[in-house]
């Protein structure tokens, strides 16, 4: 069932390698002074690393957050479990655009709790993404491989509002997304004055 908010979700989207962190960093960095944009941090069952900004939670205490409903969002992908707090529906009840890092598959339930989202897809080509993924030297090159199916299959049912494909200097990747989330503040005000 749909919530009635006054803010609005923006969903980040995109397969691993892509370059997500980088262009969300630029994003903070850009928009630091306006307060209706907020950038909450995701809860990830795995150790901190430079390669990915989120905060790290056991799996019991995941599994605790799940059964008490202590988190606006949360889904497993690749062996992981990952959660928003409650602060984003939080944020989005009191009118703030939310913007997060999200899994693709989890999209259709993001549009079911908020009035108000938009998707953002960044996205590289594949040999981008595979180079990129090797540099971690977090996975298998099976793993890579998966994770390209993976990426080739929902990328080919989503509708994002906004694709970047994120080849170039972060910069413009950065001034991309930025720009966008300033039309969505706009926007969501817009629908707040026409209610």
């Not at 999200?102 to 180079?131: C, G, K, M, W, Y």
């Not at 994770?147 to 001034?175: F, H, Q």
Request: charged share 25%.
């Amino acid at each position: 069932m749909t919530n009635l908010t006054t803010g609005a979700f923006v969903c980040i989207v995109g397969p691993s390698g892509a370059g997500k962190d980088s262009l969300l960093a630029k994003a903070r960095a850009g928009l630091a002074d306006d307060a209706d944009v907020v950038f909450p941090r995701r809860l990830v069952t795995r150790a901190s690393n430079d390669s990915e900004d989120h905060d790290t939670i056991t799996q019991a205490a995941f599994d605790e957050g799940v059964r008490d409903g202590a988190f606006a969002l949360h889904w497993q992908a690749h062996g992981l479990s990952y959660a928003l707090p409650l602060s984003v529906a939080e944020a989005i009840a009191g009118g703030k655009v939310a913007v997060c890092n999200v899994s693709r598959a989890v999209v259709p339930q993001v549009f079911d709790l908020f009035e108000h989202v938009f998707v953002v897809l960044i996205t590289a080509p594949p040999a981008i993404i595979t180079e990129r993924l090797r540099k971690r030297g977090r996975e298998s090159s099976a793993s890579i491989a998966a994770r390209l199916e993976r990426n080739r299959k929902l990328s080919a049912v989503l509708m994002p509002d906004l694709t970047i494909m994120n080849t170039g200097p972060v910069e413009i990747g950065g001034e991309r997304l930025v720009s966008f989330l300033r039309r969505a503040v706009e926007r969501t005000k817009a629908a707040k004055a026409d209610v």
